[in-house]
C-alpha cells in the first residue's frame, strides 16, 4: 500500500459511534476503555467501500476493524475481514474471535521489518499457554503498509466466524441487535523471528476485550465479494 493510500486508511472519519464499552472484571486492571463505531473506507477504483465494526480505544494503542456479509446466519460458516491499525510500538498484536484467549480463533500479527510487510498467524490456546497454530481457520492477507507512526493488515479469514467450542457457543452472533464479545492482545516486547508467522511471540503486556452487535459491519454480499476480488496485496 502507497503511503498516500495509507494516509487515507488511517484518516477516514467514523460515521456513527456507539457508547463506550465497559470492561469486563476479570482483566482489570488493564483492560483500556474504547469506543466502538461505525467505519467505512473509500471506494477506489475497482474496490467498492466497505463498512466495518471499528473499536477505538487511544492513539496509543491499535484500532480493529470487523467486516461481514450481510447475508450471513448464525447457521452457517462465512468469511469475515479483520483490519489491524497498530502503532509501531506495538510490536505484536492478537486478536481473540471469541472474546477470550482460549477455545477460540486468535489472529495474532507483527511487522516483518520496516518495508511494510507483516506477519499474521492462525493461533489456538486450549490454556494459559502460548497459542499453538490452529489449522481450522485460515488467513489471506489483502494489504499491509507501514510507515513511521504505524503499521496495518488486512486479513480475509474462513474459519473465524464458527469453531469447535463450547465458549459463546463457538460461532459470531448476526442476528440484528445481538452483540458478539471479542478480545486483544498487545506487546511491546519484540518477537524473536519476525518473518516467521508460525514462530513464537513474547506474553501480552495488555489486554482487554469488547462487545458490540456486528451490524455496522454488515456489507451486501455482492459488495463483500468485490472487495476481497480486488484488494489482493
Given at each position: 500500500?502507497?503511503?498516500?493510500?495509507?494516509?487515507?486508511?488511517f484518516?477516514?472519519?467514523?460515521?456513527?459511534?456507539?457508547?463506550?464499552?465497559?470492561?469486563?472484571?476479570?482483566?482489570?486492571?488493564?483492560?483500556?476503555?474504547?469506543v466502538?463505531?461505525?467505519?467505512?473506507?473509500?471506494?477506489?477504483g475497482?474496490?467498492p467501500?466497505?463498512?466495518?465494526?471499528q473499536?477505538?480505544?487511544?492513539?496509543?494503542?491499535?484500532?480493529?476493524?470487523?467486516?461481514?456479509?450481510?447475508?450471513?446466519?448464525?447457521?452457517?460458516?462465512?468469511d469475515?475481514?479483520?483490519q489491524?491499525?497498530?502503532?509501531?510500538?506495538?510490536?505484536?498484536?492478537?486478536?481473540?474471535?471469541?472474546?477470550?484467549?482460549?477455545?477460540n480463533?486468535l489472529?495474532?500479527?507483527?511487522?516483518?521489518?520496516n518495508?511494510?510487510?507483516?506477519?499474521?498467524?492462525?493461533?489456538?490456546?486450549?490454556?494459559?499457554?502460548?497459542?499453538?497454530?490452529?489449522?481450522?481457520?485460515?488467513?489471506?492477507t489483502?494489504?499491509?503498509?507501514?510507515?513511521?507512526?504505524?503499521?496495518?493488515?488486512?486479513?480475509?479469514?474462513?474459519g473465524?466466524?464458527?469453531?469447535?467450542?463450547?465458549q459463546?457457543?463457538?460461532?459470531?452472533?448476526?442476528?440484528?441487535?445481538?452483540?458478539?464479545?471479542?478480545?486483544?492482545?498487545?506487546s511491546?516486547?519484540?518477537?524473536?523471528?519476525?518473518?516467521?508467522?508460525?514462530?513464537?511471540?513474547?506474553?501480552?503486556?495488555?489486554?482487554?476485550?469488547?462487545?458490540?452487535?456486528?451490524?455496522?459491519?454488515?456489507?451486501?454480499r455482492?459488495?463483500?465479494t468485490?472487495?476481497?476480488?480486488?484488494?489482493?496485496?
Amino acid at each position: 500500500m502507497h503511503l498516500p493510500s495509507l494516509v487515507a486508511f488511517f484518516a477516514t472519519p467514523l460515521l456513527a459511534a456507539s457508547s463506550p464499552v465497559t470492561p469486563s472484571s476479570e482483566i482489570e486492571p488493564r483492560q483500556v476503555y474504547g469506543v466502538t463505531s461505525k467505519y467505512c473506507s473509500t471506494a477506489s477504483g475497482n474496490v467498492p467501500s466497505l463498512c466495518f465494526l471499528q473499536y477505538y480505544t487511544s492513539a496509543t494503542a491499535p484500532t480493529y476493524r470487523i467486516a461481514l456479509p450481510s447475508d450471513a446466519t448464525n447457521n452457517a460458516a462465512y468469511d469475515t475481514i479483520l483490519q489491524i491499525i497498530s502503532p509501531v510500538a506495538q510490536t505484536w498484536v492478537g486478536f481473540a474471535w471469541g472474546g477470550g484467549m482460549t477455545n477460540n480463533p486468535l489472529t495474532v500479527a507483527w511487522p516483518n521489518g520496516n518495508s511494510g510487510q507483516v506477519s499474521v498467524s492462525s493461533r489456538w490456546s486450549a490454556g494459559r499457554t502460548t497459542p499453538g497454530l490452529y489449522s481450522g481457520a485460515t488467513l489471506r492477507t489483502l494489504s499491509t503498509a507501514r510507515n513511521s507512526t504505524h503499521w496495518t493488515v488486512e486479513v480475509v479469514c474462513t474459519g473465524c466466524s464458527r469453531w469447535n467450542s463450547q465458549q459463546n457457543g463457538g460461532r459470531l452472533e448476526t442476528q440484528s441487535g445481538s452483540a458478539s464479545t471479542f478480545a486483544w492482545a498487545i506487546s511491546r516486547t519484540a518477537v524473536p523471528q519476525p518473518s516467521n508467522p508460525s514462530g513464537s511471540f513474547p506474553v501480552h503486556n495488555n489486554q482487554g476485550m469488547f462487545s458490540n452487535a456486528l451490524d455496522f459491519g454488515k456489507n451486501a454480499r455482492a459488495t463483500f465479494t468485490q472487495y476481497v476480488q480486488n484488494k489482493r496485496s
